[in-house]
Structures are given as C-alpha cells and as structure tokens.
C-alpha cells in the first residue's frame, strides 16, 4: 500500500511544469518480508512537458529510501525514465 502525503505541482509556463510528489509505502509481509509496518519513503520529481492538449512527455527520477526493517533485501536506489501520455 502506498500513501501519498505530499504532492506539489509547480507551472513554469504553459508547456512546462514540475511536480514534487512524496509517498510512504506499507507492508504486510509482502514478498516474504517478516517485518510489517512502514518500510520506504519515496521522493519523485516529474517533469511534464506538454506537447499539446493531448499529450505530454514526463521525464522523472525518483528516489527511494528503505529504511532498516528492509535492509536484507532492499537497498535505498535512484530511479528514472520518460512517459508519454496521450489522452484520446
């Protein structure tokens, strides 16, 4: 399960945008875990680039902090990539 608690968009113009978006993750001994609770903290930062009103390319990183209960099978990591989304 995945809280979102913090999601802050930023217009620098009409075609460029950026969104700072915070989650914290929960467990249940999922994926053969033993410990349950609130394992992760994620951090991304998105930003859209609108092509036209229908489209739009997002490149993103994102960042993601295992805290300890994790450790023995999860190491903190940095993440990225680009999305298109086109909206028919």
Do not use: C, W
């Amino acid at each position: 399960m995945r809280i979102g608690f913090l999601s802050k968009p930023l217009l620098v113009n009409e075609h460029l945008g950026f969104v700072f978006e915070t989650n914290l993750r929960y467990n249940d001994e999922f994926y053969g875990n033993p410990e349950s609770g609130f394992n992760n903290l994620e951090f991304f930062l998105y930003a859209p680039v609108f092509l036209n009103r229908n489209a739009r390319i997002i490149p993103f990183v994102r960042y993601n902090e295992a805290f300890e209960a994790t450790d023995f099978f999860q190491d903190s990591e940095f993440t990225g990539g680009v999305t298109l989304q086109v909206v028919f």
